[in-house]
């Protein structure tokens, strides 16, 4: 039984900095690449940030040089340290424990999301 909990949204000034943790707990995901995905009201959700058990990572363009992902493969646990940050970035933030990559570049997420975490970045 899969779970997947998301923790350390919040609010943050134009500018300030947040980290989110992302933790996989009654299985195992060690070998898959895990990440971070956002939505807003009137859009789909967008990728964030992926990284793979290696530690590969990609991340949206939007993102680039403000966010950074990393890993602690031995316990399942995805951080999402967020500096920069814009009034663009307020969404909820939703973590994914198993994606898929394909071609090296198109990334799939499965079904194992969290519940979502609300980050909101003032002006």
């Known amino acids: 039984q899969a779970q997947v909990v998301e923790s350390g949204g919040g609010l943050a000034e134009a500018g300030g900095s947040l980290r989110l943790s992302c933790t996989a707990s009654g299985s195992t995901f060690r070998f898959s690449a895990m990440g971070w995905y956002r939505q807003t009201p009137g859009k789909q959700r967008e990728l964030v940030a992926v990284?793979?058990?290696?530690?590969?990572?990609k991340y949206g363009d939007s993102v680039k040089g403000r966010f950074t992902i990393s890993r602690d493969n031995a316990r399942n646990t995805v951080h999402l340290q967020m500096d920069n940050l814009k009034p663009e970035d307020t969404a909820v933030y939703y973590c994914?424990?198993?994606?898929?990559?394909?071609?090296?570049?198109?990334?799939?997420?499965?079904?194992?999301w969290g519940q979502g975490t609300q980050v909101t970045v003032s002006s």
């Open positions: 994914n424990a198993d994606i898929t990559i394909i071609g090296g570049t198109y990334t799939h997420p499965s079904d194992h």
């Open positions: 990284i793979t058990s290696a530690g590969g990572t």
